[in-house]
């Protein structure tokens, strides 16, 4: 069993992962726009924004992790499990602060207390915090960063995530590497599929052997962040026949029959960026109704697709697929907007909907996906996910859209 | 491929899963507690505690999904693309009320105030909530719900997991099977690890094993709720040799070598309920530090079993365990407290933590995992999940703790 065993290769390819250097870039962005706003201290609670700046994973517990940004220096403040781990993983931390446990005869927010009045001797009126304190998770519980230190906080909740909407070209970089495994395990996934056979056993050798193929092929390239048990998926979450009318539905373990509809998901992790694609597929040839409402659906999405590019009204985008939808008669089967920002989380703003304000920029990354459901017969979407470019958009996720390539006989 | 089908038995059985009476059975109980805080309406938003109370499983997203609990009956408050969800899976539901999207061009809260004030008439004085509003997740912005309601909520943000703390027979039954399957997945792990096999590869194919394992045995006992891709997991999360330091490592794809130390953990979803399972093993015979610390790390976990049972302070199980820390003389490698509660999230409270002011009672649930962490050596901590009884505890998870069988050749 030495598949999977990373060899000796030197790659100075970056399309996989971001360096220390990537980092330390990112964090002075944020520090000029702390000093624009004459703030001399921020803390970050969010993880995906604290692995966003620093590249630190971890798990989140029941013990609060900050990132503690003070005069452009970066430090954290973590439970005794967790000092080496910082140290091992960001090489430019000044200090790791840290507490023994939560909850501890002393509270982690006294020891807080402690480091922020008389180590770091905050300013007061130029500190500032993504939250009132750290969340309510996994049972922690504690008193604001307010009530703890005495100073006002600025409450900066967006300033992260609004760096994180445009995304950097190394970012999109690793959004295609994502996007090609993603279609890598689709492809397991429709082949996999058949009458008798279960959502969760296709799933899983499905996903198990896009995740083998990532890790064999990308070899020393393959830098894990430790977020996914499997590299890359590609999944049934229940919409399977009847039951892909639900658009969230969840796996129940369903077994796919002749005419059947079905909506599949597929994902991979490259660096905790994950690419969108979903497709709609029928179990042998398709009804007339099937076929009308997959080139509606189709309709839609090319219509949305055609609509989306720099300087473009997120609204028009959705309002787009709308148009088509309800020259196609269908607008009564629509049940969400045409699409979200993609990026490190499963969802992100800005939202491709007709309430939403936002206009497309260069850099930006989206899902595609207007979707239409019909009770009994199910679900049509396709997902893909597209960059906004200079002069328009480009899709990254390449898997054959059109219906004769979606049939399984 | 007809492997995972389910066949036709029918089951009486409800030992993996719960029923809607059930459900019902816990609502009245909310209401009970409700009316003697002389309140009429209650807002639930944090998706495991409607799971609790409804048996209704969801994928948050940017929309906003709301348990409304209003002179003893149940509503929710949703986003079109689970409406039809919503009635498929909660068979008690009374009002449905739904908005379009998030944003769309009203915001969902304008919806939310029109459906309190004017179709359910809220009475002033007698409304609470677990939140001050919707929680920012995947982009969500709203107000709170004061703001756009203009009444005063009663925060009640632990009522639901006050409820949750003790364990029902029925929860004990799912937590038991939960501990069977991760059994078994772990069985499969330590089969499958050998030196130059990678962590990733073993994890994954364990994982299958387990759950096929698990999903083909229970046939038409097996109710899938959707959270998990796997219904059994055993992983390696980079405890793995010297890595195996960090108590909360994460999977980097490492390969096994002769002479590490590793640290597993497996688990299985049963309805929601996820027991926890953890082994120290070595690759090959350990080395005479190697031992020393598995013993030490042995006779904590002996300490703290034994110390646990009704009325005894989780202080004491904490304190217990570290004294036997003391007593081998590594309490400079004591890192985390010894468990926390165990049900349907990673970790919950209570904690077995020297500074918990809880006492043990009967249908609690606690990993006990009292750890230490040499560095360069790596980490030894076995996890095991117990209930508290009447009289005492039982430990539910049945794998072998012992030297001997933990060791691979």
């Known amino acids: 069993m030495r598949a999977w065993t990373h060899g000796f290769t030197v790659s100075f390819m970056t399309r996989t992962h971001l360096t220390p250097d990537h980092h330390k870039k990112r964090l002075q962005r944020l520090v000029e726009k702390l000093e624009e706003l004459n703030l001399e201290t921020f803390l970050v ?10 590249g630190l994973s971890f798990i989140p517990t029941e013990r609060p992790i900050i990132l503690i940004i003070h005069k452009g220096e970066v430090s954290f403040f973590v439970p005794s499990l967790e000092i080496d781990h910082v140290e091992h993983q960001v090489p430019f931390v000044e ?32 500190v500032a915090s993504e939250a009132p304190g750290a969340p309510s998770y996994w049972g922690y519980k504690g008193e604001s960063l307010e009530d703890v230190t005495g100073l006002k906080f600025n409450l900066l909740p967006e300033t992260v995530m609004d760096m994180r909407v445009i995304k950097e070209p190394e970012e999109i970089e690793l959004m295609k590497e994502s996007a090609k495994w993603a279609d890598r395990a689709h492809k397991y996934l429709q082949e996999l599929t058949e009458v008798g056979a279960n959502e969760i056993d296709v799933t899983i050798k499905a996903s198990t052997m896009g995740s083998h193929d990532m890790v064999t ?33 969840l796996s129940r373990g369903l077994v796919f029959s002749k005419g059947d509809t079905l909506v599949t998901g597929a994902s991979s992790d490259v660096y905790g960026v994950h690419s969108e694609l979903e497709r709609t597929m029928f179990m042998g040839d398709p009804s007339r109704r099937q076929k009308e409402l997959f080139e509606a659906m189709m309709a839609a999405q090319n219509a949305a697709l055609e609509t989306a590019g720099p300087g473009v009204y997120c609204s028009d ?93």
Chains 1, 2 share one sequence.
């Open 95 to 126: 200090n790791v602060y840290s507490y023994f446990e939560f909850p501890d005869e002393q509270h982690p927010m006294q020891h807080l207390r402690r480091i922020l009045l008389k180590e770091l001797a905050l300013s007061p009126g130029r």
């Open 45 to 54: 609670f969010k993880s995906t924004n604290i692995f966003y700046l620093t």
């Open 217 to 249: 092929e990308l070899g020393d390239d393959y830098h894990p962040t430790g977020f996914s048990m499997f590299p890359a998926i590609a999944l049934y979450r229940g919409q399977i026949g009847p039951n892909s009318f639900f658009p969230h539905a």
């Open 317 to 409: 985008v959705d309002r787009a697929s709308r148009d088509a939808f309800k020259k196609h008669g269908v607008s009564n089967l629509v049940r969400h907007h045409t699409g979200h920002g993609l990026g490190m989380e499963g969802h992100e703003r800005p939202f491709l909907d007709i309430g939403s304000e936002d206009v497309l920029e260069p850099g930006m990354i989206f899902s595609c996906e207007p979707g239409i459901y019909e009770r009994g017969l199910g679900g049509f979407r396709h997902s893909d996910t597209f960059v906004v470019t200079e002069d328009g958009i480009e899709v990254l996720t390449k898997y054959p859209r059109d219906i004769e390539s979606l049939i399984i006989n």
